[in-house]
């Protein structure tokens, strides 16, 4: 089994940053893509960015030019960068892996989630 964890939340004025970091440990055979996701009271979870194993990134329409991921694939580190923050950022933050190897993907594995609140 492979375990995550976060780090790094809490509360920030509209305008500020905060940066969430993510640990993997356990079972680790090779980490494919690593993310962040968040869910806000009442909504759905939602895909904030990804970080595939390849170097490629995607992002959430309503984050882009805001935050960043970076990972660090010795380490099994993931983090993310937040800039600018707005009051639709509150949520709480939860990290995601999968694994592959040799052909087969393992996972997805979850976070216990940080709280992020952004106050206006």
């Known amino acids: 089994q492979v375990r995550l964890v976060e780090s790094g939340g809490g509360l920030v004025q509209a305008g500020g940053s905060l940066r969430l970091s993510c640990v993997a440990s356990?079972?680790?055979?090779?980490?494919?893509?690593m993310a962040w996701y968040r869910q806000a009271p009442g909504q759905e979870r939602e895909l904030v960015a990804v970080?595939?194993?390849?170097?490629?990134?995607t992002y959430a329409d309503s984050v882009k030019g805001r935050f960043t991921i970076s990972r660090d694939n010795a380490r099994n580190i993931v983090r993310l960068q937040m800039n600018d923050m707005k009051s639709e950022d509150t949520a709480v933050y939860y990290c995601q892996a999968t694994q592959r190897w040799q052909g087969t993907s393992y996972g997805p594995y979850w976070g216990q989630g940080t709280q992020v609140t952004v106050s206006s």
């Open positions: 356990g079972r680790i055979l090779i980490l494919d893509a």
């Open positions: 970080f595939r194993r390849n170097g490629s990134t």
